[in-house]
């Protein structure tokens, strides 16, 4: 058998806000989730994205620290439009969510904009542009 590539894992230190912040994003996580060591979504094309508490991964690797300095693995939504990047970057801002880089045209031809999660990690958002 060949490995296939099924998952992406990020580890959280605190589970409900890490995942209201994806289901702002639209991941589809069950509410009873918040407050479970782990928590999957499992995306259209059938990747999933697992969810891990600081906790959990400690309970198995017990010399494991939360990475320091830059992002290790950022995830990327694809949205409809320029005008989309620039509203979901605003709505997740409204809704207390840092903003790391605005919306702007990207010379490899997208709009492009990061925000970050409850962990710090960079979250991307990006359309073509029209």
């Known amino acids: 058998m060949t490995p296939r590539f099924d998952a992406i894992g990020l580890v959280v230190a605190d589970m409900a806000a890490s995942l209201a912040f994806y289901r702002r994003l639209g991941l589809d996580i069950p509410a009873d989730a918040d407050s479970a060591p782990h ?35 950022g995830l990327c939504f694809l949205c409809e439009s320029p005008a989309e990047v620039d509203k979901v970057y605003e709505e997740m801002v409204a809704a207390g969510h840092r903003g790391h880089l605005k919306p702007w045209d990207a010379v490899w031809g997208q709009r492009y904009a990061v925000v970050l999660d409850p962990d710090g990690s960079g979250v991307s958002l990006f359309a073509n542009a029209a």
Do not use: C, K, N
């Open 39 to 73: 928590a999957e979504a499992v995306l259209p094309s059938g990747l999933r994205v697992l969810f891990d508490t600081e906790e959990t991964v400690r309970s198995f690797d017990p010399g494991w620290t939360r990475p320091e300095g830059g992002d290790r693995i």
